[in-house]
């Protein structure tokens, strides 16, 4: 095989890249100061466009700002919404006690 050789390094290979970086995650930053707000972050050309972008940034499957806490996007046709909710709560039974209102 000719080309490119084979290169050794030392340790692990680099890390994955993390929430703060690519495209998406700066697009979305706004959101991060308005939560609650619903607000439409991209035109596609067509509706399978949209839908599939909906469907990377609900699965994380591209970089976002703050990627644990809640986030919400949704495809209307060509249009996609995204909302930020802010931080999730927690899920445990002790923790929905804590949050109900009584």
């Known amino acids: 095989m000719k080309g490119q050789e084979v290169q050794f390094v030392k340790g692990e290979p680099?890390?994955?890249r993390v929430g703060g970086e690519g495209k998406w995650a700066n697009h979305l930053l706004p959101l991060l100061?308005?939560?609650g707000?619903?607000?439409?972050v991209w035109t596609c050309e067509n509706i399978d466009q949209a839908m599939k972008l909906q469907g990377n940034l609900s699965q994380?499957?591209?970089f976002i700002p703050e990627p644990k806490h809640h986030w919400e996007f949704v495809a209307r046709g060509c249009e996609?919404?995204?909302v930020y909710r802010g931080k999730k709560r927690g899920s445990d039974a002790s923790l929905r006690r804590a949050n109900r209102r009584g």
């Open 33 to 35: 100061d308005r939560p």
């Open 80 to 82: 996609v919404y995204a």
């Open 60 to 62: 994380r499957a591209v």
């Open 14 to 16: 680099p890390k994955k």
């Open 37 to 40: 707000i619903w607000a439409l």
